[in-house]
């Protein structure tokens, strides 16, 4: 299985998915997430390489600070997320920082992280079955 690589923008922040390409990338509409404009990677924490300096990232938390936001302090790119909870392995990285060629082919879904908390395209799916059953 091939890898997929990305950086920030400066190269501080360098991270590999070792588990290659998933299935999906998330587009979440929270605060949050629109507001940085990512295209989260979901995976486990044990597929994920992060290179970079410690310092080199910005942590942020809000609402119910199950995880935290990290910032390339240099360029300003929101690059992962991690759980605070430290025996969780869900993590997810901005696939806005893998080169756009090598993610073209994938998938993107929807989530409806403001409010109800379920993928978009999923919810659409339900109602067609449901109508061609009526
Ligand atoms: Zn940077």
Request: glycine share 6%; net charge negative.
């Amino acid at each position: 299985m091939s890898t997929l690589a990305g950086s920030c923008h400066c190269g501080a922040v360098k991270f590999t998915v070792k588990s290659g390409k998933p299935e999906w990338l998330t587009s979440c509409n929270c605060s949050a997430c629109q507001r940085f404009g990512a295209l989260w990677l979901h995976e486990d924490a044990s597929s994920i390489e992060i290179e970079a300096d410690p310092d080199a990232t910005l942590a942020y938390m809000w609402g119910d600070n199950s995880l935290t936001f990290h910032t390339c302090k240099i360029c300003g790119c929101t690059t992962h997320w991690l759980p605070v909870d430290e025996t969780s392995t869900r993590m997810a990285i901005n696939a806005r920082m893998i080169p756009k060629e090598d993610i073209a082919d994938i998938r993107v879904r929807h989530l409806d992280g403001a409010d109800t908390w379920q993928y978009l395209t999923t919810k659409r799916r339900a109602l067609t079955k449901f109508e061609s059953v009526a």
